[in-house]
Nanobody
Framework: QVQLVDSGGGLVQAGGSLRLSCVAS????????MAWFRQAPGKEREFVAA????????FYADSVKGRFTISRDNPKNTVYLEMNTLKPADTAVYYC??????????????????????WGKGTLVTVSS
């Protein structure tokens, strides 16, 4: 059993930056790969980024590669998503998530986050033009 608390969303103008955080509890955090998904208004949830448990291997959606950086601080049981050069198309509710016996590489392939076992409640990111 894992509990996830995500935070850090807000309102920014295009070109700005935000850092999202996700704090995990209830299990051994260091054994879990972690991911971020997002859901824009009127659209289905989509994969954003994932990071492996120990080697810190990362994966990104093409739409955010080069602009977003996922990282983790295992002693703090925390995963981050640094978002730079934000665009209005990045406007969405962002969710951190994880799953049992699932690698970060596999998380990248999940459509709409199907198969993820644990979710944060989401944090809203709004990017103005």
């Amino acid at each position: 059993q894992v509990q996830l608390v995500d935070s850090g969303g807000g309102l920014v103008q295009a070109g700005g930056s935000l850092r999202l955080s996700c704090v995990a509890s209830g299990d051994v955090f260091t054994t879990y790969a972690m991911a971020w998904f997002r859901q824009a208004p009127g659209k289905e949830r989509e994969f954003v980024a994932a990071i492996s448990s120990s080697t810190r291997e990362t994966f990104y959606a093409d739409s955010v590669k080069g602009r977003f950086t996922i990282s983790r601080d295992n002693p703090k049981n925390t995963v981050y998503l640094e978002m730079n050069t934000l665009k209005p198309a990045d406007t969405a509710v962002y969710y951190c998530a994880t799953a049992r016996w699932t690698t970060a590489r596999t998380m990248r392939t999940m459509e709409n986050g199907d198969g993820m076992d644990y979710w944060g409640k989401g944090t809203l990111v709004t990017v103005s033009s």
